[in-house]
């Protein structure tokens, strides 16, 4: 049974940093793109970061960039997203994605709110 469960999220004030995490089983984690996505009510969803299977490729919104971290660790079958300089607009659920050619598993997501 494949499962995406995200956890990390929280309250925090402008500029704090929270680090959330992405656990995944039921597939073969470490052949698989891993990305994360954030979404608030009334919005699409919008893509924030990616990395490879391997790790040797990542990509992030211009928005994040310089703020946000994605990292994964394939023996823990765990991708993450570290976020520093945490601003307002950075409100949002935020849902883990593996992707492998058209696989996709979604996640249920973890909601972050920065708010003074």
């Known amino acids: 049974q494949v499962q995406v469960v995200e956890s990390g999220g929280g309250l925090v004030q402008p500029g704090e940093s929270l680090r959330l995490s992405c656990a995944a089983s039921?597939?073969?984690?470490?052949?698989?793109?891993m990305s994360w996505y954030r979404q608030v009510p009334g919005k699409e969803r919008e893509f924030v970061a990616s990395?490879?299977?391997?790790?040797?490729?990542?990509g992030y919104i211009d928005s994040v960039k310089d703020r946000f971290t994605i990292s994964r660790d394939n023996a823990k079958n765990t991708a993450y997203l570290q976020m520093n300089s945490l601003k307002p607009e950075d409100t949002a659920r935020y849902y883990c994605?593996?992707?492998?050619?058209?696989?996709?598993?979604w996640g249920q997501g973890t909601q972050v709110t920065v708010s003074s």
């Open positions: 039921g597939f073969t984690f470490s052949t698989y793109a």
């Open positions: 994605k593996a992707s492998l050619a058209w696989r996709n598993y």
């Open positions: 990395i490879s299977s391997t790790s040797s490729s990542t």
